[in-house]
């Protein structure tokens, strides 16, 4: 090949620069001095001058504001019981740790009385244990004795530890069980709490409703509104101008005229099978509240914040060895059959990721190269 892209170089020494944005005119056949055997087999060759691409036009998006995702929580109840008091009001502000709601949860009675009983039953071995291995030490107790007297210790010790541990995950405070038994206040009633700083957004129970794990609808919903996100999706060929930390302006139409400047956040690593888009999301300032969870919204992001990209004809592009090439036309002529990297194609237009810089000529009709070299090897060998 590369005998033959000497060959091609000495072809296009007499070429005169083409423009910028369409293919040079085919080189006049009274500049080119070709070898006979060749010279009726030679085709019109076209070049193209790579440029800088032009600013690339804003992008809109349409957008949806939703809560941050580490902004909310949905609330339920772990525990199941009747509701005795609803200390929250919807739209209320609360603080992480704050009482939402009181259940009466007889779990948690249920489970501490065998808690207390575990305590005894756990003295009582130790104190059987501590009898036995003094008389089996003064040998008047048989090692059997004592084996049974060791495997009744270890066995309460494992009935105890599952007895607190069941009080643990019914929302006993660990600190209130670390009491002495006489001082510890443990009863049936079970606040639930919020988990986070923010505002009751929507709140699903009454005082006397039954309430438990199995209950579907989330009690409360306690969100931040300070800060959302907003959502969109954006199209394949439109990603590579998108980066995260980029501020993109974003307008609702409740308020027509006034832009919320959004910061990019997260740019999704998935693209959806049903639209062939990938979400984008990106954080919101809200300090003022005038912006609502789930208001439609239109995130522009400006030509500016995007990649250059360098796009060519496909017909410039040659297939082998399971990769894509071009060939680059240097001074005087010389060619270079060069790798590249392509980001996408659209109909008869190829993105170029890597292997191409601004400034460099290509050949728009490589194939030529392969026509003479079939022409010149069948010649050799005449």
């Known amino acids: 090949m590369k005998q033959f892209l000497c060959l091609l170089s000495l072809i296009l020494v007499g070429l005169t620069s083409a423009g910028c944005t369409r293919p040079d005119p085919p080189a006049p056949s009274s500049k080119t001095v070709q070898p006979p055997v060749v010279a009726s087999r030679q085709p019109d060759v076209q070049t193209m ?10 992008l809109t998006l349409s957008a949806r504001v939703t809560y941050a995702e580490d902004g909310f929580s949905r609330i339920s109840s772990p525990l199941h019981g009747p509701v005795l008091d609803v200390r929250a009001k919807l739209g209320q502000a609360v603080k992480a740790g704050d009482v939402l709601m009181v259940i009466d949860a007889a779990d948690i009675a249920t489970a501490y009385a065998a808690y207390v009983e575990e305590i005894s ?6 104190r059987n244990y501590e009898l036995t291995k003094d008389l089996y030490d003064a040998q008047a107790m048989s090692l059997k004795d004592l084996e049974h007297a060791t495997n009744d210790l270890n066995r309460e010790r494992a009935e105890f530890k599952q007895a ?23 009863t049936s009633r079970f606040e639930l709490r919020s988990p986070l700083t923010g505002t009751v957004v929507e709140r699903n129970v009454t005082p006397g409703q039954i309430v438990g794990p199995a209950t579907d609808t989330p009690l409360f919903t306690v969100a931040n ?6 959502v969109a999706d954006v199209y394949q060929h439109d990603l590579s101008g998108i980066r995260v930390g980029a501020v993109a302006p974003m307008t609702v139409e409740a308020y027509p005229g006034i832009e919320f400047p959004a910061t990019i956040s997260v740019i999704g690593d998935v693209v959806d099978p049903a639209t062939r888009t990938i ?22 992001i400006a030509g500016h914040t995007m990649r250059p990209k360098i796009v060519i004809p496909k017909q410039a592009i040659l297939e082998h060895s399971g990769k894509q090439w071009v060939v680059v036309q240097h001074d005087a002529g010389r060619l270079e059959e060069r790798a590249i990297n392509i980001d996408s194609v659209i109909d008869n237009r190829v993105t170029i990721r890597e ?11 490589p194939s030529t190269i392969n026509h003479l070299a079939a022409g010149d090897t069948s010649a050799g060998g005449a």
């Open 279 to 300: 979400k984008i999301r990106a954080s919101v300032s809200n300090v003022d509240r005038r912006l609502k969870p789930e208001m439609f919204a239109r995130m522009t």
């Open 121 to 126: 039953e756990l003295g009582l071995a130790e």
């Open 49 to 58: 001058l790579i440029e800088t691409p032009p600013s690339l036009p804003a």
């Open 355 to 365: 292997g191409l810089t601004t400034g460099e000529r290509i050949l728009l009709t």
């Open 225 to 230: 509104l300070d800060r959302l996100q907003v």
């Open 164 to 186: 607190k541990g069941r009080l643990l995950s019914l929302r006993v405070p660990a600190a209130e069980l670390s009491k002495p038994l006489a001082q510890q206040q443990i």
